[in-house]
Each structure stands twice: as structure tokens, then as C-alpha cells.
């Protein structure tokens, strides 16, 4: 069965430091996608990978994805408050088959 | 309207109540899906069509039932459902094949008393 694993699932950071949300899943799988949540809202999506190495960058975010590790990163560079949200890593080896993470919520802190 | 509609935004039901969600992508997609996110899980795939035809039901209980009339709406009618029913239901469409890209809806607060 596909696992998907984040972590941490809490983060409480300052404004202006960098730090890195882990997304660890358990079968084969080329394709993974970043969400982003605020309170109340829908999901919005944020980056699409589908390959090894791939690299994709959108302001102080920036995601990569290594299928023979099964590890996907969120690398969040200068953080600011209007990255505060949840944000989730979703695995599908095919859209019948989505599995989201259990998302990190983080708080940027002035 | 553009992208992913939901209504109703909100819902409160009675165990014995009968409603619908409905939703209505603007995106020219044709597939569709329903997804619950509830406060104690991650968010779970609950139906998945691929033009009109379901393709996905993840051991969902029957009292939920969805319907996909054409590619460009999903309904998700609800009966006699449990409290722990309550959650966030959203709905979601892409263009079918695989790794695709999906678009959320606002989703439906629904709780249930």
C-alpha cells in the first residue's frame, strides 16, 4: 500500500530563516505534487514533479524530487508571514491512486 | 465562473437527512474527483471519473453515492450518515491520464448531528 510520510508536521519558524519539509513515500512512484492550504481555503497547487532531479523553484520555495530515495523536498528560503499554511506532498504512481501526506503546518513568525 | 465550483459551501444534516454536493469544473477537464479531508487524517480519494465513468471507489461506505452526468459536473448524494462523517469534502478535476495536475474546488464544510 502507498504511504506517504511528511515531516515535521508542525513548523514554527522566524522570519528570514530557511528550512526544509520532507516528504518520504513507501512505493514506486515518478510523479509527486507540493499543495499549499490556508485556513478556510482550498487546496492550491504549488509544484508538479515527474521525473528524478527534478527541480522547480516559485519565489523563496523550492521543491525537488528523488524517485530512487523516494524523497521530495520543500526548501523554504527567507521565510515570510505570507507563507504561513499547510502545505502538503501528494504521491500518485496515477490519478486513480492519489495519496496525500498528512501536511506541515507552518507558522512564519515575525 | 472559472476553475473548480463547490456548493454548498456549507452543510448541516440530520442522520436521517437526504442532500447532494455538487460540483462543476470550468477548466475543460474530464476527470473528476471527490476527496474528504478531515481534521484527524490525511486527505483521503473518496471517487474518481474518467469521462463519466468511475474508475476509483476506495472502499467508500454506500451511503455516500456520486453521480458524473458529463464530464464537467460530479454530484455526491448523501444518506443516513454517521457523525464522523463530518469533514471537508472537496472536489477536484484534471485532465484525464496519468500525473496530471489536479484543481481543487473551495470544498463543503458538511456536519453532520
Known amino acids: 500500500e502507498l504511504k506517504v510520510e511528511q515531516n515535521p508536521l508542525f513548523l514554527s519558524m522566524q522570519e528570514g530563516k530557511n528550512y526544509t519539509i520532507y516528504c518520504n513515500y513507501s512505493t514506486t512512484s515518478d510523479r509527486l505534487y507540493w499543495y499549499r492550504q490556508d485556513p478556510g481555503k482550498s487546496l492550491e497547487s504549488l509544484f508538479v514533479?515527474?521525473?528524478?532531479?527534478a527541480v522547480k523553484q516559485e519565489g523563496r520555495l523550492m521543491a525537488s524530487l528523488d524517485t530512487k530515495a523516494r524523497l521530495s523536498t520543500l526548501h523554504i528560503t527567507a521565510a515570510v508571514h505570507d507563507l504561513s499554511a499547510t502545505y502538503f506532498c501528494?504521491?500518485?504512481?496515477?490519478?486513480?491512486?492519489?495519496?496525500f501526506g498528512a501536511g506541515t503546518r507552518l507558522t512564519v513568525k515575525p | 465562473e472559472t476553475g473548480v465550483t463547490q456548493t454548498p459551501r456549507h452543510l448541516v444534516m440530520g442522520m436521517t437527512n437526504k442532500k447532494s454536493l455538487k460540483c462543476e469544473q470550468h477548466l475543460g477537464h474530464n476527470a473528476m474527483y471527490w476527496y474528504k479531508q478531515s481534521a484527524k487524517k490525511p486527505l483521503e480519494l473518496m471517487f474518481v471519473?474518467?469521462?463519466?465513468?468511475?474508475?476509483e471507489n476506495n472502499s467508500v461506505p454506500s451511503r455516500f453515492s456520486p453521480e458524473c452526468p458529463n464530464s464537467s459536473h460530479l454530484f455526491l448524494h448523501l444518506h443516513t450518515l454517521q457523525p464522523e462523517d463530518s469533514a471537508l469534502y472537496l472536489c477536484a478535476s484534471s485532465q484525464a491520464g496519468n500525473g496530471r495536475e489536479q484543481f481543487f474546488g473551495p470544498g463543503t464544510r458538511l456536519t453532520v448531528l
Open positions: 514533479l515527474l521525473s528524478n532531479g
Open positions: 471519473y474518467n469521462f463519466k465513468e468511475q474508475t
Open positions: 501528494a504521491v500518485g504512481p496515477n490519478n486513480n491512486d492519489m495519496r
